[in-house]
Structure formats: structure tokens, C-alpha cells
């Protein structure tokens, strides 16, 4: 019997993606999903996300046509020690996931990496983190989309174990 382990949506779509556990652990297979046909989409045909293989997957919509992933991309090293994702790719939509680009990488040695993005009030926000140990967290910020101060990933000042949230 599968369960709901997670749900992913993108606010502009009507995609989520669907983490999906057969035992109710931190392993889950991901599939998307569209909320307006109410059918799971399929890679085969070019329109949908899939990862079927078992993992602790990290995943965020970076647009509806654009997944940022960390998961087992076939080559050494694609995990921490801790067994989390140590690379964030880029993965566009009608292509297989061994096309995605490396927009992130942490060291073997960290506990995990994620990188993720939203839009609020027409202004579009990314943020990734280098989870260095427990309470020892690495962040950075980048406004897109003509937000003011634009352009590269900046550090954010902060202690390492506080923990940062946005709101509106």
C-alpha cells in the first residue's frame, strides 16, 4: 500500500508532484500530477516529472516547466555521508533527467544542499542552503525577476543555527 509522503505544488500550475512511500519511511518515488485533468502526467510522453526509484529526493518547482532536484543522477558522490542530496540540478520538462545542469553542489561532507524558489506579489525568490551539521546551516538569497538587487546568490548574514522564513 502506497501513502502520501509529501506534495510539491507550483502556485501558478495546475502541476504538484506527488511523493509517494510504499512503508511510510523517508524513501518515496516522485510523480506529478495535474490538478485540472486529475491524471498523473508521464515522461514518456514529454509532459511529466518521474523519479521511480526509491530515495530521500529533494525536489522544488523553479517554474512549472522546471524542477530543481537533488536524487541519485547515476554518478559518484550524488549524496552526502548522511545519505541526502549533495547536488541540485536543473531539470526542464520534456527531457530526460541525465540533461539536467548542476546549479548547486555541497561537500560529501555536509548533512544535505537544497536550493528552492517561489513567487510572491509578482516577484520571484530563490534561496539555497548548505546544511553544514545539525544547527549549522549555510544560506544565500537571490532576487529575480526585477527585484531590486538582482543578479548572483549573496550570502545571508545570519546566525548559522537560526532558521529564516519569508511571509506576506
Keep these: 500500500t502506497w501513502s502520501l509522503h509529501d506534495f510539491y505544488p507550483h502556485p501558478n500550475s495546475p502541476y504538484i508532484l506527488l511523493a509517494l512511500s510504499p512503508n511510510q519511511g523517508d524513501s518515496y518515488i516522485l510523480r506529478e500530477f495535474n490538478l485540472d485533468t486529475r491524471q498523473l502526467l508521464s515522461p514518456g510522453d514529454g509532459n511529466g516529472f518521474e523519479i521511480s526509484t526509491l530515495g530521500m529526493h529533494y525536489v522544488s518547482y523553479n517554474s ?4 530543481l532536484i537533488g536524487t541519485d543522477f547515476g554518478e559518484e558522490e550524488s549524496w552526502t555521508e548522511s545519505g541526502h542530496s549533495r547536488v541540485i540540478k ?8 541525465s540533461d539536467a545542469t548542476t546549479v548547486y553542489e555541497g561537500l560529501v561532507s555536509d548533512v544535505a544542499v537544497s536550493q528552492w524558489s517561489y513567487t510572491d506579489r ?14 549549522n546551516v549555510y544560506w544565500e538569497y537571490r532576487a529575480v525577476d526585477g527585484c531590486e538587487g538582482g543578479g548572483g546568490f549573496r550570502h545571508v548574514p545570519i546566525p548559522p543555527d537560526a532558521n529564516l522564513r519569508t511571509f506576506g
Design 64 to 67: 512549472p516547466d522546471e524542477l
Design 90 to 97: 536543473s531539470w526542464k520538462r520534456g527531457t530526460p533527467l
Design 122 to 135: 509578482g516577484y520571484h525568490h530563490e534561496f539555497r542552503t548548505r546544511t553544514i551539521a545539525l544547527y
